[in-house]
């Protein structure tokens, strides 16, 4: 029930290339989704960096999973190939624009589909970053289980020289949907920017402008509750003119993602990089979270009576 753990077991490990980001979730067959995307980081900035998205489905146990699929189209090493065009955007042999994708959230299934929210673009230029257009938030989707994958837009309005990241998508009911994503203003995609919601009231067909929700936060995960509660955790950064402090956090919703709560802190972590939460629901109106502890020192796992901290009413 959240509290003990066996010994940790190796899912898959290719250890020519950086697995990072994973999620997992049980689709409606009782199979298990994992995403996660590959990235390869050459040792300096004379090539592009590259990531792509995979996916892998698992058995009922989560013991057996299959060999994973790329998501999106490309490869994994232009080293020698690409090169910068004149506006400072990188290319490869075939004078096409390198486009890299990510992933941070767990998938959504929507009428027989499988959805991976997803961010990316163009490969950045880390020695001139301003003139790499700023990548959009869009929709991997699959028809027939996960085998292959089709490029959705999320034409949601993002507000000028702002940077959308790590998607997290909420599925309500078929109409509404809510989306939240990270955010960084200016030329570096990691800058100082606001958590943002964009909400779709079309089952994704279209959506409203971002939204600031009034503070810094990476990598949101939503979720709703039994009682119909919605709950957001991240990471959160107290960031003024630089980071001063950062903490696993939670706002929460009781009108579906209208309005939210006071950020609630669930783990300080001082002034070390930590987070990246993962959430489940578990009996007896509770939450257990899931985090990198600070500094990637290891896993740490809170165990939330949501009707007592957060003083929900059933």
């Not at 994994?76 to 486009?99: C, Q």
Request: charge should be negative; proline fraction near 5%; glycine fraction near 10%.
């Amino acid at each position: 029930d959240a509290l003990k753990w066996g010994d940790p077991e190796v899912i898959m490990d290719d250890n020519s290339i950086d697995d990072r980001d994973p999620s997992i979730a049980v689709l409606s067959d009782g199979s298990i989704a994992m995403n996660w995307f590959r990235y390869r980081y050459p040792a300096d900035y004379t090539e592009p960096w590259m990531h792509h998205i995979m996916f892998s489905r698992g058995n009922k146990s989560g013991t057996q999973f299959a060999e994973p699929v790329q998501v999106d189209e490309g490869v994994f090493d232009l080293s020698g190939e690409a090169e910068l065009n004149d506006d400072g955007i990188w290319i490869d042999g075939d004078g096409n624009e390198v486009k890299v994708y990510a992933s941070s959230s767990s998938v959504v299934e929507s009428d027989g589909s499988i959805i991976i929210p997803a961010y990316g673009g163009n490969s950045l230029n880390f020695n001139s970053m301003s003139k790499t257009p700023k990548g959009p938030v869009v929709f991997f989707v699959s028809s027939d289980g996960g085998a292959s994958w089709k490029m959705e837009p999320v034409e949601a309005q993002v507000p000028e020289y702002t940077w959308v990241q790590e998607p997290a998508l909420l599925k309500i009911d078929e109409k509404k949907w809510i989306l939240q994503v990270r955010t960084a203003y200016g030329a570096s995609p990691g800058a100082k920017g606001d958590l943002m919601q964009s909400v779709s009231n079309d089952g994704g067909l279209t959506w409203s402008a971002y939204k600031s929700l009034g503070f810094v936060a990476h990598a949101p995960e939503l979720i709703r509750l039994g009682n119909g509660v919605i709950v957001s955790s991240f990471r959160w950064l107290d960031w003024g003119t630089s980071v001063n402090r950062e903490a696993v956090s939670m706002v929460y919703s009781l009108d579906e993602g209208g309005t939210w709560s006071d950020v609630i802190e669930i783990f300080d972590c001082g002034f070390a990089e930590c987070g990246y939460p993962g959430m489940v629901e578990l009996d007896n109106n509770r939450l257990a979270v899931v985090y990198y502890l600070p500094g990637g020192a290891g896993i740490g796992l809170k165990v939330i009576d949501f009707e007592k901290t957060l003083k929900f009413k059933k």
